[in-house]
């Protein structure tokens, strides 16, 4: 999908936005990297608080509405007629003055007036008498779209846009996973949720074109491109959103879902098995949520056994370790405990399903033909699962359950810059690549970009901003190479700069340089952890090489190296379980850096820290936490020597910076054997 110029069936096709300054230079390349979207438009912005003008442009009132005001003109002179103008640091601006400002802006053309909480000040209550005052004392305010831009330095961003919204904005920015500058933007997720949920009967009637189904796989995905960990507790998103701990909550769950769960996850996108009800057993638990679980597990016990199995202590029976016990001993208790608790002559479940054949294959998956008598009828079922899972792939059939999930139906007005027909409809526009990516230490490529882009536009955003294009080629790449094929479609001679654009987006992809073919690792109490890995190289041939290390991670990093040596530092190691129990599968998030002879190479802008040494992430899920722990690593440098041999070819900048790396890289080359990452860099640069 060539996101910004395919329409979907239904028409929609999101307004692609670049950011600019007031400055002229800024105007023009923002221009020019979204003209060839359908729908383009430029978002032009100067600070408007007292604190601002006098300190950072150290400009007049006067000369900061005649900057604002020419850069409007300057964009429709240049064709632009989907123009968004933003008082910075309004939250702390006087209003007299953003109703002169914004006055002047909407004469000059703008259509979208965003009020950004720069630094989110604003209480909630405030922030929507602001709107309201804007909307009242704005002349020609009724004729443009009042949007909100909420920081969330007091933790009030989500609260501020809906009360920004209720006061008649008509536009919300937001980003997925609410990441961005110092604690982040109003999170997309929370804000387009709210108004699903209470648009009708709080917010009188207000509604949005997003496709909720979609929300939870783009907020994966942007936690796994740009390193950001979503907190467990997070609204809607994060990993216990809808999972339930303790025992009334359980019991109320599994009684109804509506008593502690005012959204199903299904409605965002994630699965949940119908008789899980999300229900996390562990030591708050109760009776009910144990007996549901046995049942699935296909247990059917009377008051009083279950009683046993609950606290054999409280019954008197005595016999072995009763559910609260081993809750109380051990987090998060899952099935093979469970089974492990029933092994025992009296509680043997009911044949429901009876193993009839059992062959594990080569690739560790394991096949069970399985017969079971339902309703006096026989049915038989195949069932797989990864080994050693069988007895997980035994209860796969009974537990397993289809998940439909309903688009619903989307209320969208046709897009007029300046005009919405709906009066209750909120744009939604998405600033996660740009805003979001101004969160220090998250990094995303052009690709991955891409492919959020993407997603947004599944999503059903009605604006994506898409990078601040004067800030650096890879910006100004990130936000038109939306359009390329149209641009090449429409365009008839294409410059050396269109080629070269294109050439770094080819090489920009994560392509895989090196790959991960085998690991084994000897670790323990005894010796030193030493890991040994089978590696394709670049030339395509399997090598092998061996690592000591501190730690099984360690050795098998320092494996790693002595095949791909390219010299970096592991800057972060994070690992989670993505699902519970001993076979939970473990995923990994790595962020590296140049290091070494390399250290010079790598150096980008950052708005809120000036130059910095890019960071590069990798992510890698598998059952065995060192596997993960490889493909992360390995991921990572993929994605710094892709990166570092497009700097080579496009930005002259960045190949000074990287010269002493492409050096060492050289000198690396020439003593050994395996192609080194330089050899890499000359011949995929070619
Ligand atoms: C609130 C926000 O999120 S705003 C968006 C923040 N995003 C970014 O900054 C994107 C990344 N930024 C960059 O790559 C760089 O800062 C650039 C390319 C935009 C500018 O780089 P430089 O020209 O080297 O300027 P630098 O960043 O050092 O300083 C900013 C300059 O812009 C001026 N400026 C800041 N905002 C504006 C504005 N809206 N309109 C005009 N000038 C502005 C500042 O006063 C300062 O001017 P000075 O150099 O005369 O003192
Ligand atoms: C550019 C503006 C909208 C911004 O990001 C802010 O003020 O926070």
């Known amino acids: 999908m060539e996101v910004g110029n395919d329409v979907q069936p239904d028409g929609y096709v999101p307004v692609i936005c670049g950011l600019s300054r007031t400055k002229l230079q800024d105007l023009e390349r923002a221009w020019d990297a979204v003209r060839h979207a359908k729908r383009p438009r430029v978002h032009t912005f100067i600070a408007t608080s007292e604190i601002h003008m006098k300190y950072k442009l150290r400009m007049t009132e006067d000369e900061v509405v005649e900057n604002a005001v020419a850069a409007v003109k300057h964009l429709r002179s240049l064709g632009c007629n989907d123009i968004e103008f933003s008082p910075e640091d309004a939250g702390r601006s006087d209003p007299k003055f953003l109703y002169r400002i914004l006055g002047e802006v909407i004469k000059a053309g703008a259509t979208t007036l965003n009020i950004p909480d720069t630094t989110g000040w604003c209480l909630p209550h405030e ?127 599994l009684k109804n879902r509506e008593t502690y769960e005012i959204m199903s996850p299904e409605s965002i996108g994630l699965p949940r098995q119908e008789q899980d009800r999300g229900i996390v057993l562990g030591k708050h638990s109760g009776r009910n949520a144990l007996n549901s679980r046995l049942r699935t597990l296909g247990y059917e016990l009377s008051q009083s056994e279950l009683d046993d199995v609950f606290n054999p202590g409280l019954t008197g029976s005595g ?182 654009a294109l050439m770094s987006d080819e090489l920009h992809q994560p392509k895989v340089i090196w790959e991960l073919l085998d690991l084994q690792v000897v670790c323990g109490t005894m010796g030193m952890p030493t890991a040994t890995v089978q590696m394709k190289g670049p030339d395509g041939i399997a090598r092998i090489g061996v690592g000591v290390g501190t730690g099984p991670v360690d050795a098998a990093y320092k494996a790693v190296d002595s095949l791909v040596r390219v010299e970096a530092e592991l800057s972060d190691y994070s690992v989670s379980s993505v699902t519970q129990g001993i076979e939970a599968l473990a995923h990994t998030r790595v962020m590296i850096r140049p290091s070494g002879k390399m250290s010079d190479a790598g150096y980008s802008e950052h708005a809120a820290l000036g130059t910095v040494q890019r960071q590069f992430s990798g992510s890698g899920a598998n059952e065995d936490i060192v596997v993960a722990s490889a493909r992360a690593y390995v991921s990572a440098l993929n994605k710094m020597i892709g990166w570092m041999s497009v700097a080579q070819k496009v930005a002259p900048r960045a190949a000074r910076a990287t010269a002493s790396g492409g050096a060492a890289l050289a000198s690396v080359e020439n003593g050994s054997s395996a192609p080194s990452a330089g050899k890499d860099l000359a011949t995929s640069s070619m």
């Not at 995905?221 to 990993?239: C, E, L, N, T, W």
Request: charged share 25%; net charge neutral; with cysteine.
């Open 319 to 500: 016999q072995g370790l009763g559910f609260k016990a081993l809750a109380d001993k051990k987090k998060g208790i899952t099935d093979e405990d469970i089974l492990a608790l029933m092994n025992d002559e009296l509680h043997q479940p009911k044949v429901i399903w009876e193993l009839l054949d059992l062959q594990p294959d080569k690739e560790r998956q394991a096949r069970v033909d399985i017969m079971a008598t339902v309703g006096g009828m026989n049915a038989r079922a195949l069932a797989s699962a990864r080994a050693p899972l069988c007895r997980r792939a035994l209860l796969l059939p009974a537990g397993r359950t289809r998940v439909v999930m309903r688009v619903g139906e989307i209320r969208r007005p046709e897009y007029i810059p300046n005009r919405i027909d709906d009066p209750n409809y909120v744009r939604i526009f998405d600033t996660t690549l740009r805003d979001g990516e101004q969160s220090p230490g998250a990094t995303l490529t052009s690709k991955e970009k891409l492919d959020i882009a993407r997603q947004l536009a599944k999503l059903g955003v009605d604006i994506i901003e898409a990078g601040f294009p004067v800030a650096s080629p890879d910006d100004f790449e990130a936000v038109s190479r939306r359009r390329f094929k149209a641009l090449a479609d429409k365009k008839k001679g294409i410059t050396d700069e269109d080629i070269l």
């Open 127 to 253: 922030f929507g008498e602001l709107i309201a005052a804007i909307k009242k004392n704005t002349p020609g305010a009724d004729n443009v779209i009042i949007s909100t831009h909420c920081q969330n330095d007091l933790g009030l961003s989500t609260a501020n846009s809906l009360a920004g919204a209720q006061a008649g904005a008509r536009q919300i920015e937001c980003t997925i996973n609410g990441i961005g500058e110092r604690a982040g933007n109003a999170s997309l997720e929370e804000v387009v949720m709210a108004i699903k949920l209470r648009g009708n009967d709080v917010m009188k009637g207000l509604h949005t074109g997003i496709r909720p189904v979609h929300i939870y796989p783009t907020s994966k995905m942007v936690s796994d491109y740009s390193g950001m960990v979503v907190q467990p507790h997070k609204a809607i998103v994060g990993a216990n959103a809808f999972a339930h701990e303790s025992g009334i909550h359980q019991d109320g769950m």
